[in-house]
Structures are given as structure tokens and as C-alpha cells.
């Protein structure tokens, strides 16, 4: 079965540089969502798309930004990288859900990002 | 802001035994979704069973069952016969259930579970 799928894999990259990460979700789901997770740490909740539309934020800094695109592919855009930036990223995807059922939000293998 | 604690840093527990992993959460919120997360070296993130907080009956996958009380705000992970593969880090997570599903999981700190040969 087709999975999340995010690219690069990995990503190494300067303080002050810019990085674009991709995510293709699973055909027919219409959501995104992205997270970062920290060397030994949970993953944090950055922000969400609904059929193109932001829907929910967390704590994605301003340096961050994303969009979900018309064939609901979603890139996670950041600048002015800091050493803190380095983590692994997620990107989940779920499928919309009738009445009460949950969404089970499926999560790719993420991007490895080193800021250097 | 919900939140979602996670006591034991680290359990241990012999192949083909029994154990429980904790969780407590808070919230506000009367419609919401809790989850357990699966995440072993490979650092995917895997669901292993979900729980949805109208059902008064706790959700049972296979080795892996839960004991959620609601009153408490509590949701512990049991796992049946560990096998070596169960090996990892467990993260509980929590989604309030308005916004049309696309609101973010709020993740405790995690358990790294050892499974003893």
C-alpha cells in the first residue's frame, strides 16, 4: 500500500540558509500535518492543511511557513536556519472522516535536517 | 492547552510477560481522541491502538489493550506476551475530537520499553 511519503530523506544545511521539505500524502487523503521531533525529544505539533486550507497551528515558528497544494502535496518552508532547527520532520496525512469515526493520521518516514 | 504526561521514562520487561505503561492527561474538553504511538529505532511513528472518548469500552488490538478512565483522565497501554519487536519508544497522544479532524496530536514525553530476552 501507497505510503506518506517526504523528501530528502535527509537534509544538511548552514545556519542563515533556507530549506523546502516536500510531503506527498497517501492518494485520497486530504490532510497534512507536519512535525518536528528533537534529538530525545516528543514530536511537536507545527502546523495542518485541510483540502488547501490551513487548519490548525502549533508551534511553528514565523521562520516557518507551508502550504498545501493543489494536488494536496505540502511543503514546509524554512529560513534564517538556527542550530535548534535540527530534527527529524513528519509529515502525516489522514483521510476525512463521517459522523464520529476517527481519522488515523498515517506518518511518513521523516526528514532528517542538520543545521551546520 | 491540553497536556499529556507520560511518568516512566523507561520500563523494562521479560520476553513473553505482561506490562502497563502509563499516561494522564488534561484537558478541558469532553470530545476527544487518545492514541499510542509506536516509535522504534527506525524513528517511524507508528500507531498501535486508539481510543475515542465517548466509548466507554476500551479499545483491544491483538497483545495491546487499554484501560482508559475517563474520570481520571487516564490511559494506560497494556502489552500482552512482549515479544523482542515490541521494543521501543511509546508515545501517548491526545486530539480533541472539534475542528473537523485536522487539529495536531499532542504527544506526552514517551517510554522507551526494553524487552529483556
Known amino acids: 500500500a501507497a505510503g506518506v511519503i517526504q523528501s530528502p530523506r535527509h537534509l544538511i544545511k548552514e545556519k542563515r540558509e533556507t530549506a523546502t521539505l516536500k510531503c506527498y500524502p497517501i492518494?485520497?487523503?486530504?490532510?497534512v500535518y507536519w512535525y518536528q521531533q528533537g534529538p530525545g525529544q516528543d514530536p511537536q505539533f507545527l502546523i495542518s492543511?485541510?483540502?488547501?486550507?490551513?487548519?490548525d497551528k502549533g508551534s511553528i515558528p514565523d521562520r516557518f511557513s507551508a502550504q498545501q497544494f493543489s494536488d494536496y502535496h505540502s511543503e514546509l518552508n524554512m529560513s534564517s536556519l538556527e542550530l535548534g532547527d535540527s530534527a527529524l520532520y513528519f509529515c502525516?496525512?489522514?483521510?476525512?472522516?463521517?459522523?464520529?469515526?476517527?481519522?488515523?493520521?498515517?506518518f511518513g518516514q521523516g526528514t532528517r535536517l542538520t543545521v551546520v | 492547552a491540553q497536556t499529556v504526561t507520560q511518568s516512566q521514562p523507561e520500563m523494562s520487561v521479560q520476553e513473553a510477560e505482561t506490562v502497563t505503561l502509563s499516561c494522564t492527561y488534561d484537558?478541558?474538553?469532553?470530545?476527544?481522541?487518545l492514541f499510542w504511538y509506536k516509535q522504534p529505532p527506525s524513528r517511524q511513528m507508528i500507531l498501535v491502538i486508539r481510543?475515542?472518548?465517548?466509548?466507554?469500552q476500551n479499545a483491544t488490538e491483538n497483545r495491546f489493550s487499554v484501560n482508559f478512565q475517563k474520570a481520571a483522565k487516564s490511559f494506560s497501554l497494556k502489552i500482552s506476551d512482549s515479544q523482542l519487536g515490541d521494543a521501543a519508544m511509546y508515545f501517548c497522544?491526545?486530539?480533541?475530537?472539534?475542528?473537523?479532524?485536522?487539529?495536531?496530536?499532542?504527544f506526552g514525553k514517551g517510554t522507551h520499553l526494553i524487552i529483556q530476552p
Open positions: 502525516a496525512s489522514s483521510s476525512p472522516f463521517p459522523g464520529r469515526e476517527v481519522a488515523e493520521a498515517f
Open positions: 492518494p485520497r487523503h486530504d490532510t
Open positions: 492543511f485541510y483540502e488547501k486550507m490551513q487548519s
Open positions: 484537558t478541558s474538553e469532553s470530545d476527544y481522541y
Open positions: 481510543q475515542e472518548a465517548y466509548k466507554q
Open positions: 497522544a491526545y486530539r480533541r475530537g472539534s475542528g473537523g479532524g485536522a487539529d495536531g496530536l499532542t
